[in-house]
Nanobody, 122 residues
Framework: QLQLVESGGGLVQPGGSLRLSCKTSGFELDVYTIGWFRQAPGKEREGVSA??????NYADSVAGRFTISRDNAANTVYLQMNNLKPEDTAVYYC?????????????????WGQGTQVTVSS
């Protein structure tokens, strides 16, 4: 059974950092595209970053601040978030799709985790 479990969220001050983890099971990580998405209250879910093999993709709002990476041996994808801003506050989800394009369109992803809360506030 394919599963994704997010962890690493929490409360951080503006300018701080967090690293989110997406632990996967039930499939070979290196043949799937993994994406990170977020949803703030009252807003639509939006793509943050995605990775497939060595190809990565970032939303303009996080480029230069967030870094996505993967450890196939650990079946885990990470999202390193630096210089966090209050507008980064949201529930963050990881998701998987079997196709190769690291799209940021959430409708293209078939499997989802339960999410982890990130709150950026002083």
């Amino acid at each position: 059974q394919l599963q994704l479990v997010e962890s690493g969220g929490g409360l951080v001050q503006p300018g701080g950092s967090l690293r989110l983890s997406c632990k996967t099971s039930g499939f070979e990580l290196d043949v799937y595209t993994i994406g990170w998405f977020r949803q703030a209250p009252g807003k639509e879910r939006e793509g943050v970053s995605a990775i497939r093999s060595f190809r990565t993709n970032y939303a303009d709002s996080v480029a230069g601040r967030f870094t996505i990476s993967r450890d196939n041996a650990a079946n885990t994808v990470y999202l390193q978030m630096n210089n966090l801003k209050p507008e980064d506050t949201a529930v963050y989800y990881c998701a998987a799709r079997v196709y190769s394009s690291p799209t940021l369109d959430p409708s293209r992803y078939e499997y989802w985790g339960q999410g982890t809360q990130v709150t950026v506030s002083s």
